[in-house]
């Protein structure tokens, strides 16, 4: 069956008091329309999508609709019902089914899509809905007075969203109904308004419409809660030569050589550093306290650490745990191991069981296994918990 998406984004949508178009604002990385879009082009019963947008975004529209082969644009008109035509007059001839859905509504679930599909097919209209959960008044208004004339039943309530779904004859007919000066708030009101039954699909209470900066700022603290974190990897090296301490996660630990460096040349730390900027995409430790400068000569490693957690956290980052890998060929590292994790999770401001520290020897091969060198590995979390305010 041929299904086609139609996503209504034509408005400018500036209500939200943001400079650019409601769309165009941003939860977690992608905007409100790229999401709205993206999950009727993901879906794999959805044919084609057709956007409507305002004019100006056609002529610009955003690079990442070029990824989708499905995804075609229109643009749209003054309100939704007139943005739905445009998009209607450019159909496939195949399309038996057609979705419309409010582009401010960003978080609609594949299997509400699939659900709206399948009503759509069996009685020719449905649209997704919410039960009512509180009681509902119907009030008399005179001046500022509000009085209430009775209650009604919410059992017959509910509550419209979108996508509302229709065979090409129902919608074709609606369509026609609104260019003859019929005014529907909805493709439903105007199906209803052609005679049609149009059947309700269970909604999702997820599914909400971004209308107020309220709404945008609940939905970037839910993405930012539900985003999966971000991972960052370190690397660092020096020589063994005698004559230095040997420093690893802080701890000096007895033995005839040590790394040789600018700073204590602590490679965990070193290592833990890039790691943690690297997650965070904040640059690297020799861009932030690079050895050219002399206020970093003979600097504790642990204290440049402790430095980048804080850029970090002001960026907006929390560290979830660091692992880390030291290769030496020797001495042994593990009784000190105890002592670095301690270290290591001081600097970061988490708890010793989210680090980790293991040591490897490199089997004699190369520098490291000569003992001419030191090297560490890294990876460390980052979850994203302050959001940036939006304009
Ligand atoms: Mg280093």
Not at 81 to 90: G, K, L
């Amino acid at each position: 069956m041929h299904v086609t998406a139609i996503i209504a984004a034509g408005g400018a949508g500036r209500r939200i008091g943001a400079a650019r178009p409601k769309q165009l604002l941003e939860i977690a990385g992608r905007t409100i329309l790229q999401r709205s879009v993206e999950a009727f082009a993901r879906h794999s019963r959805i044919t084609d999508v057709i956007v409507a947008l305002p004019a100006e975004l056609v002529a610009n529209p955003p690079d990442w609709v070029d990824r989708w082969a499905k995804v075609r644009i229109v643009a749209g008109g003054a309100t939704r019902q007139a943005s739905v035509a445009a998009a209607f007059d450019i159909l496939a001839p195949l399309a038996e089914v057609i979705l419309v859905h409010d582009a401010a509504r960003p978080f609609v679930s594949e299997q509400l899509i699939t659900r709206c599909i399948e009503a759509a097919g069996a009685h020719g209209g449905a649209i997704a809905a919410v039960p009512v959960r509180d009681t509902v008044k119907q009030v008399i208004m005179a001046g500022d007075e509000r009085t209430i004339a009775g209650t009604i039943p919410r059992e017959s309530i509910y509550l419209a969203q979108t996508p509302q779904a229709f065979r090409r004859d129902v919608l074709t007919k609606a369509v026609a109904f609104g260019r003859s000066g019929a005014d529907g708030t909805d493709e439903a009101a105007l199906a209803e308004l052609a005679g049609y039954r149009v059947h309700i699909v269970e909604g999702d209470i997820e599914n909400v419409k971004i209308t107020t900066p309220e709404d945008l700022e609940r939905a970037r603290r839910r993405e930012a809660q539900s985003a999966p974190g971000r991972v960052g990897t370190g690397y660092d090296l020096h020589r063994l030569v005698e004559g230095r301490a040997l420093v690893i996660g802080g701890v000096t630990i007895p033995f005839e050589k040590g790394a040789f460096g600018h700073s204590d040349a602590d490679v965990a730390c070193h290592a833990a550093t890039d790691a943690v900027l690297g997650a965070a995409a904040l640059g690297d430790i020799g861009g932030h306290f690079p050895d050219t400068d002399p206020r970093w000569k003979g600097a504790s490693s642990l204290d440049l650490l402790r430095q980048s957690v804080s850029l970090v956290v002001d960026a907006g980052f929390g560290i979830e745990n660091l692992d880390v890998v030291i290769v030496l060929e020797r001495p042994k590292i593990a009784p000190h191991v105890p002592g670095i994790r301690a270290n290591l999770a001081a600097a970061l401001g988490i708890s010793p069981e989210r680090v980790s520290v293991k040591g490897k020897t490199n089997e004699g091969v190369d520098a490291v296994g000569r003992g001419e060198a030191i090297a560490a590995h890294a990876v460390a979390l980052l979850t994203q918990f302050v959001l940036c305010s939006e304009s």
